[in-house]
């Protein structure tokens, strides 16, 4: 693990009660440096409380899919670590079922599902080619939500 996210970590979890002794995964939202800190921005000021991905990604990279309890690192556009969170819900819906309430809790935009559609389609019509996937409106995505735990 990277000596600087390491250490974000040994400081970070001695003010984060139930935090785990091991640093867990570290990531930053988006898929490029100006959207991540844009992402990570809306976490810190406490609009952001809920992401998502497509359950594809976390199959071809063969990770978990996030579960209550879980911690993460995030980092900013230049993959420094910004601010650790715990998920508190998790659950997969297909894409087209998404409601405004957890459009709204994404925090992007105007928060509308009109806007979140449309900005997640793109998103996901540029990033899923990389797994051999396409866009389909139907494909199940993992809804998380989740608390700022530090700072």
């Known amino acids: 693990m990277d000596p600087d996210i390491e250490a974000f970590w040994e400081s970070a979890r001695r003010q984060i009660d139930g935090a785990p002794e091991e640093a867990p995964q570290a990531w930053a939202f988006g898929d490029s440096p100006e959207l991540a800190d844009e992402l990570l ?3 810190l000021a406490g609009t952001k409380t809920a992401t998502c ?5 976390f199959k071809a990279d063969d990770e978990p899919i996030p579960q209550p309890g879980d911690f993460s690192i995030i980092l900013d556009g ?7 969170i715990e998920t ?5 819906l297909p894409m087209n079922e998404v409601d405004e ?12 599902r ?20 396409e866009f389909d409106p139907t494909m199940p995505l993992v809804l998380e939500r989740f608390r700022l735990r530090f700072p």
């Open 53 to 57: 991905d497509a359950v594809w990604r």
């Open 114 to 133: 009109e806007y979140w559609y449309a900005a997640h389609e793109r998103f996901f019509r540029r990033i899923l080619p990389n797994i051999d996937r």
């Open 78 to 84: 230049a993959d420094r670590p910004r601010c650790v």
């Open 41 to 43: 921005e809306l976490v």
């Open 88 to 92: 508190t819900e998790a659950r997969v």
């Open 101 to 112: 309430q957890f459009a709204y809790d994404e925090g992007e935009g105007d928060r509308s």
